[in-house]
């Protein structure tokens, strides 16, 4: 398997720097509006051969009314390149090289500032999410142990790590509201697509994996060339010994942990739906062959090793479903929380005392959705409702109805009418199918876009 080809530094040097997921070409990095065409000719002998040692920080690019400067140019340089060392693909600092960093660095450039002008922010919730995954596979317990640890070692690190992971975040929020607009997918489009070849992959079929990552001793981009060799080097024994039929997991990981100073995390992670994966894990897991390994795959907390146990195939997903309705009083500027609590309360002792669900819904439910229906809800599957309404309704018995609880929208009572399995094979066959037909158009839509970005922005590369 290839990681790196000079044609793909333009994404690779946005993931060295942030963890982007841009997907770029360097046909799409190096088409220039006609202004800039021909001070970046001019610029291109000033900018060969850029390295530490013979470069002074000054301004080497405006993009409109920012700078990049030659430092930003030659940290990504030597990042792009370390990662390319790291896959056993190194590429040489060449002009080439050097102008598909600088295109990349313009296009994120860009894009931070279309950020900033549509006001877009990042979910706390997820950043922290995201940090405590960096925590654990540094073997620690906390976000706060990562900060202490991070600035112990260099000051400000933490808020370094976190701004680039808003910067992440904030750029993946705007790629997919700028390709959403720009792929169609029509149900036509779904039902030719059902009908080829290509839709016999969308089963439902259960994949058991082994899946173990080999994580960096540091952050990557602090790395030396010896610890990303060694941490390469556990990877690929690793893969070696899983490749043996029958392996026994633990014995594998433990033989490979040998003398690496930061254990080995993952194992047997049994049966599961491709759809369940994130989408890149999904990719790589079906296509893979019963018994076959992945090669050793590059990520920001480490590399990644994914063997195919086991495949059953099954052509139905059953889901559980339950029929529901709710009294719902709002909680507002008009209804404080105590008399809101309050109303439920005697709604519910009316309940009690044998009142008509239904009729009380109508009369007196918050929810205009559903007040109208009895407070009927309908047929509602996991995840569809918040967290304490689903956990109330998956608790209360059919026929029975809950006491009364609390959800952000205000207070609820709600009553269970019936219960289900539902086939959903032919809904998820068609979600599915949207999808791989959504992969196949975005990253045209997504190049399209960013040339459309360059062409309207103002860029001169300086000397």
Known sequence: MRFFSLRQTSRAVLLSMAGLTLTLSANAATVKPAAAQASTSVAQSSVDRLTPANSTDGIIALVNENAILKSELVDAIEQTQARAKAAGEPIANSAQLQSEVLNALILRELQLSMVKRAGLSADEAEINQRLGQIAQAEGLNSIAALQQRLD???????????????????????????ITRRVRISEQDI????????????NQSEYQTIHVRVPYIDDYSRLSAAQREEALKVAQALRTRLLE?????????TASQGSYPIPLQGGDMGFHKAASLPTELSSKITKLDVGTVSEPLLTPEGIDIIKLADKKASNTMLIPQWHTRHILVKVDDLQTDALAEQKINDLYEQLRSGADFASLASTYSDDPGSAGRGGDLDWVSEEDMVGPFEATMKNTAVGDYSAPFKTQFGWHILKVDGKRDQDISEQYRRNMARQALYQRLAPQAQEDWLQELRAGAYIQILG
């Open 245 to 253: 039929p029958n392996v026994n997991v633990a014995e594998a990981v």
């Open 191 to 202: 039902d030719a697509f059902l009908a080829s070849p290509e839709a016999k992959r969308l």
């Open 152 to 178: 112990a070692a260099q000051p400000g690190s933490y808020a370094n790590l976190r701004a680039k992971l808003i910067e992440e975040a904030s750029i993946q929020a705007l790629q997919q509201r700028q």
